[in-house]
């Protein structure tokens, strides 16, 4: 693994074309030599893991032969394959413009961090069409999307499609126990229930805090659902009893008078036995003492959300509550994004294979994965649906799970798992769609255990897009798998991450590009943020991480997505997401906080795990989403001058400032890649330099490795110091994962550690990389890895 970086490294920066090619990852397709043990299939040449998995798990009960199937990818790649290299040719000649730019001003004396350097920088990005021309106004014509999509406000959870047990946590992450997330996580602190804060807690089930998280959710219910007179907390039963012809919810409060809901219609429905059936105000005292135990389930909607309370006299929690209620069923996250791209490790047919087995299984609900707990063996299958006796009595259901979305890799990833005639590799994200849509045939066409899309339509999320002519080609792969499998025109839908500056400037003409199609426009603040400095490079040192939140481009890209999305005609047709909360075990301070995503027009936003969509989904409770959006519909939209504006330094930090921003980042980047590049963890929680866990995936190193690759290229930090400080937060690194028994060190053999010179070639070769992204330096290490790993003795 040649990347032993010399100590000219930095001076290659400023020279060194820019680095396309390297491996089967890299952007635009490679020659190499096709192996002997590859299966011919037509004109192209497929490892046999692929072949295998195509043939056996992917396209039986779909009617498709394996044959037709790899003559349809061989079409794309003939047709498509030179269009998606004329766009990554393109956004290399846009950089090296905007590079010459920002020099040529530079070297004039000028100063681009100046307001009054805004009209000159964006004719230049007109000039250059960077900038597309303005068509008007569009709106979008996308038809058949779930409900969960188009109509109801709620958390998406993005999960690694890598491994079956988390996708399938995702997959079920639509129904949540709220008294779990409460009591699991820092909610309801420790401080306030009497156990002092220190690290010796008692072991077990605590009824002091078990007494806060009942406290909590009665709280809550009195927002969401306030009872006609007095609070749920008051409430000894509750019941549904008929009134006329539809039932109604009663309940008894502990000074023996009735109540009922504020809003009677918030009630929607129940099982079980509840109440004895002759229940009436006049009984109020028996009801005290009931003769039979409450067990059964209570279902209110509010905002288009489920809550089921959950009655169980006999359940211990049951027991110590006046209302009998052991838990609060939350209907958390509606959409789940099953990635393949940032979040997980997969650099060869070996790990997508796997990747593809569980999106199979998913799409075709036969997805099983096995776990030990409690030192008994257990089987996490996908929930069924919830059935319950509406207010008329009729038997109802609602999904048991969430609407799965797919992320597919961007343009510029290419695989050697499949080779053409010529020994070239071909774009992945073309393996991805023909994979994503094949697995879900058996959904679209009612074969499959269970159902994904119950309006037909099939939702693949598509990253790192830079414009629209980019969003065009998106569309034309998404119309020729169509032709090839016989769907209807836009069965598949888009979803486009506005998490490229490129994209974000002519988001309007993005949206056009697919009008038919896309159902999502996200903003991913994190490889949105890494793009800008890559972007502006030349322009200027940028400011610190933790800067970058309060810049001005940061406010108008988020306000923008918002505004163009609305006046696109999303509400009723499609969701406008916000970013992933990034602190897992920070779950207070989620709740305190994460509202102004929703605050801010989001119809949904990212989270990482069931518990926090959980948690999250009171938001959508407290916030009447579209109400909102009407509200900042009306406000002046965003100025594009202000998205333009680069993140620069006003003026240079002191030295200790400079030094702790590189220690933190090169800490941050070590702990992600020595992780990524030995155990294949795409993303994991990675302590800070303070311990704290944060969510780490590819767009946090983007932002990491090119603020470093920044300030090395303008003088804030010496290639010196960066290999000084590399090797002193390896030790750091080291430390943090020592109770890991799966880990190797990095500081025993720093020479030779492939993880440790990655993560400092992703610095000093920065400047280089097209767009700042790491995936090539990643794959290109992690190959070589799993080779080291497979050699007998082998120490990396």
């Given at each position: 693994?040649?990347?032993i970086i010399?100590?000219q490294a930095s001076?290659r920066q400023?020279?060194?074309p820019?680095?396309?090619?390297?491996s089967?990852a890299?952007g635009?397709?490679?020659k190499?030599?096709?192996?002997?043990s590859?299966?011919?299939?037509?004109?192209l040449?497929?490892?046999?893991?692929?072949?295998k998995?195509v043939e056996?798990?992917?396209?039986p009960?779909?009617?498709?032969s394996?044959?037709?199937?790899?003559?349809?990818?061989?079409?794309?790649?003939s047709?498509l394959g030179p269009?998606?290299?004329?766009?990554?040719a393109?956004r290399?000649?846009?950089?090296r413009?905007?590079?010459?730019f920002?020099?040529a001003?530079?070297a004039?004396?000028?100063?681009?961090a100046k307001?009054e350097f805004r009209s000159q920088?964006r004719?230049?990005?007109s000039?250059?069409?960077y900038l597309e021309?303005?068509?008007?106004?569009?709106n979008?014509?996308?038809?058949d999307v779930d409900p969960e999509?188009a109509?109801?406000p709620?958390?998406?959870?993005?999960?690694?499609s890598d491994?079956?047990?988390?996708?399938l946590?995702?997959?079920?992450?639509?129904?949540g126990?709220?008294?779990?997330?409460?009591y699991g996580?820092d909610?309801?602190?420790d401080v306030?229930v009497g156990l002092?804060g220190g690290?010796?807690?008692?072991?077990?089930?605590?009824p002091?805090?078990g007494?806060?998280?009942?406290?909590?959710?009665?709280?809550?219910?009195d927002?969401?659902?306030?009872?006609?007179?007095?609070?749920?907390?008051?409430?000894?039963?509750?019941?549904?009893?008929?009134?006329?012809?539809?039932m109604q919810?009663e309940?008894?409060?502990?000074?023996g008078?009735?109540?009922s809901l504020?809003?009677p219609?918030l009630?929607?429905?129940?099982?079980?036995?509840?109440?004895?059936?002759?229940?009436?105000s006049?009984?109020?005292?028996?009801?005290k003492?009931?003769?039979?135990s409450?067990?059964?389930r209570i279902?209110?909607r509010?905002n288009?959300l489920?809550?089921?309370?959950?009655?169980?006299?006999d359940?211990?929690?049951g027991k110590?509550?006046k209302?009998g209620i052991?838990?609060?069923?939350t209907?958390s996250?509606?959409?789940a994004?099953?990635d393949?791209e940032?979040?997980?490790?997969?650099?060869?047919a070996?790990?997508k294979?796997r990747?593809?087995?569980?999106?199979c299984?998913?799409?075709?609900?036969?997805?099983e994965?096995?776990f030990v707990k409690n030192?008994?063996?257990?089987?996490?299958?996908p929930?069924?649906?919830?059935?319950f006796?509406d207010?008329?009595?009729?038997?109802?259901?609602?999904?048991?799970r969430?609407?799965?979305?797919v992320?597919n890799v961007?343009?510029?990833m290419?695989?050697d798992?499949?080779?053409s005639?010529?020994?070239r590799?071909?774009p992945?994200?073309?393996?991805d769609?023909l994979?994503t849509?094949?697995?879900?045939l058996?959904d679209l066409?009612?074969t499959s255990?269970l159902?994904n899309?119950?309006?037909?339509?099939?939702?693949i999320v598509?990253?790192?897009?830079h414009?629209?002519?980019?969003?065009?080609?998106?569309?034309?792969l998404?119309?020729?798998?169509?032709e090839?499998?016989?769907l209807?025109?836009n069965t598949?839908?888009?979803?486009?991450m506005?998490?490229e500056r490129?994209?974000?400037?002519?988001l309007?003409?993005?949206?056009r590009?697919a009008?038919a199609?896309?159902?999502f426009?996200n903003t991913g603040?994190?490889d949105?943020?890494?793009d800008?400095?890559?972007?502006?490079?030349?322009?200027?040192?940028v400011?610190?991480k933790a800067?970058?939140?309060?810049?001005?481009?940061?406010?108008?890209?988020e306000?923008?997505?918002?505004?163009?999305?609305?006046h696109?005609?999303?509400?009723?047709?499609a969701?406008?997401?916000k970013?992933?909360?990034?602190k897992?075990?920070?779950?207070k301070?989620m709740?305190?906080?994460?509202?102004?995503?929703?605050?801010?027009?989001?119809s949904?936003?990212?989270v990482p795990?069931p518990?926090a969509?959980c948690?999250?989904?009171?938001?959508?409770?407290r916030v009447?989403?579209p109400?909102r959006?009407?509200?900042l519909a009306?406000?002046?939209p965003?100025?594009?001058e202000s998205i333009?504006?680069?993140?620069?330094l006003?003026s240079?930090?002191d030295?200790?400032a400079?030094?702790?921003?590189l220690?933190e980042?090169?800490?941050?980047?070590?702990g992600?890649?020595?992780r990524?590049i030995?155990?294949g963890v795409?993303?994991?929680k990675?302590?800070d330099?303070?311990?704290?866990g944060?969510?780490?995936?590819?767009?946090?190193?983007r932002?990491?490795?090119?603020l470093?690759?920044?300030?090395l290229?303008?003088g804030?930090i010496?290639?010196?110091?960066?290999?000084?400080v590399?090797?002193?937060?390896?030790?750091?690194v080291?430390q943090q994962?020592?109770?890991d028994?799966s880990?190797?060190p990095?500081s025993?053999?720093l020479?030779?550690?492939?993880?440790?010179h990655?993560a400092?070639k992703?610095?000093l070769?920065?400047?280089?990389?097209?767009n700042?992204?790491t995936?090539?330096t990643?794959?290109?290490?992690r190959?070589?890895?799993?080779a080291?790993f497979?050699k007998?003795?082998a120490r990396?």
């Amino acid at each position: 693994f040649g990347i032993i970086i010399s100590a000219q490294a930095s001076a290659r920066q400023q020279q060194a074309p820019r680095l396309r090619g390297e491996s089967a990852a890299a952007g635009m397709s490679n020659k190499v030599a096709v192996p002997s043990s590859y299966v011919p299939q037509g004109g192209l040449r497929v490892h046999p893991a692929l072949a295998k998995l195509v043939e056996q798990d992917l396209l039986p009960g779909t009617g498709m032969s394996p044959k037709y199937w790899w003559t349809c990818l061989e079409r794309l790649v003939s047709e498509l394959g030179p269009e998606v290299d004329k766009a990554l040719a393109r956004r290399d000649e846009i950089q090296r413009k905007i590079d010459e730019f920002y020099k040529a001003r530079r070297a004039e004396g000028k100063d681009p961090a100046k307001p009054e350097f805004r009209s000159q920088c964006r004719s230049f990005l007109s000039e250059i069409d960077y900038l597309e021309p303005d068509q008007g106004p569009v709106n979008i014509t996308t038809e058949d999307v779930d409900p969960e999509i188009a109509d109801i406000p709620a958390p998406q959870l993005v999960v690694p499609s890598d491994n079956a047990r988390y996708v399938l946590n995702a997959v079920n992450s639509r129904w949540g126990s709220l008294f779990d997330a409460l009591y699991g996580f820092d909610v309801v602190p420790d401080v306030a229930v009497g156990l002092g804060g220190g690290d010796h807690k008692p072991a077990g089930y605590n009824p002091v805090r078990g007494e806060a998280v009942v406290d909590f959710a009665n709280g809550l219910l009195d927002e969401i659902a306030p009872l006609a007179t007095g609070s749920w907390s008051q409430v000894v039963r509750l019941w549904p009893t008929y009134v006329g012809s539809t039932m109604q919810l009663e309940l008894l409060l502990e000074d023996g008078n009735p109540t009922s809901l504020k809003s009677p219609s918030l009630f929607v429905g129940f099982t079980g036995q509840l109440g004895p059936p002759n229940a009436t105000s006049k009984t109020a005292e028996p009801l005290k003492e009931p003769r039979l135990s409450d067990v059964g389930r209570i279902f209110l909607r509010h905002n288009g959300l489920h809550l089921v309370l959950e009655v169980d006299r006999d359940h211990p929690i049951g027991k110590s509550s006046k209302s009998g209620i052991k838990d609060i069923t939350t209907e958390s996250a509606l959409t789940a994004i099953l990635d393949m791209e940032d979040s997980v490790a997969a650099v060869d047919a070996e790990d997508k294979v796997r990747v593809y087995k569980n999106i199979c299984g998913v799409m075709m609900g036969t997805l099983e994965a096995p776990f030990v707990k409690n030192g008994k063996q257990q089987l996490r299958r996908p929930n069924a649906d919830v059935w319950f006796r509406d207010r008329n009595g009729r038997a109802t259901s609602l999904p048991g799970r969430v609407v799965s979305l797919v992320r597919n890799v961007g343009h510029h990833m290419f695989t050697d798992m499949v080779l053409s005639a010529e020994g070239r590799t071909v774009p992945e994200g073309f393996v991805d769609c023909l994979v994503t849509v094949a697995s879900a045939l058996q959904d679209l066409r009612g074969t499959s255990s269970l159902v994904n899309s119950r309006c037909g339509s099939v939702y693949i999320v598509k990253p790192k897009q830079h414009g629209p002519k980019e969003v065009a080609l998106t569309t034309s792969l998404f119309g020729r798998v169509e032709e090839f499998f016989g769907l209807r025109r836009n069965t598949i839908k888009m979803g486009i991450m506005d998490e490229e500056r490129r994209t974000s400037a002519n988001l309007r003409e993005c949206i056009r590009a697919a009008s038919a199609r896309v159902f999502f426009i996200n903003t991913g603040f994190l490889d949105r943020t890494g793009d800008e400095i890559h972007t502006c490079m030349h322009a200027g040192p940028v400011v610190r991480k933790a800067d970058m939140r309060a810049q001005k481009w940061i406010k108008a890209y988020e306000d923008s997505n918002v505004d163009i999305g609305l006046h696109s005609g999303f509400q009723g047709r499609a969701q406008i997401g916000k970013g992933m909360w990034a602190k897992p075990d920070s779950m207070k301070a989620m709740l305190e906080t994460k509202i102004g995503e929703v605050m801010a027009g989001a119809s949904t936003a990212w989270v990482p795990s069931p518990a926090a969509a959980c948690l999250h989904s009171i938001h959508y409770h407290r916030v009447d989403v579209p109400t909102r959006q009407m509200q900042l519909a009306m406000r002046p939209p965003a100025k594009l001058e202000s998205i333009l504006e680069p993140p620069l330094l006003v003026s240079i930090p002191d030295a200790a400032a400079i030094e702790h921003e590189l220690k933190e980042n090169v800490q941050s980047i070590l702990g992600y890649v020595v992780r990524w590049i030995d155990l294949g963890v795409g993303c994991s929680k990675v302590p800070d330099l303070s311990n704290v866990g944060l969510m780490e995936d590819r767009a946090t190193l983007r932002i990491s490795s090119q603020l470093l690759a920044n300030w090395l290229l303008h003088g804030l930090i010496s290639e010196d110091q960066v290999r000084s400080v590399f090797k002193e937060m390896a030790k750091v690194v080291d430390q943090q994962n020592s109770t890991d028994n799966s880990y190797h060190p990095m500081s025993e053999n720093l020479e030779s550690n492939i993880a440790f010179h990655a993560a400092l070639k992703l610095v000093l070769e920065g400047t280089a990389v097209p767009n700042g992204y790491t995936e090539f330096t990643l794959h290109e290490a992690r190959r070589a890895a799993k080779a080291a790993f497979r050699k007998p003795s082998a120490r990396l």
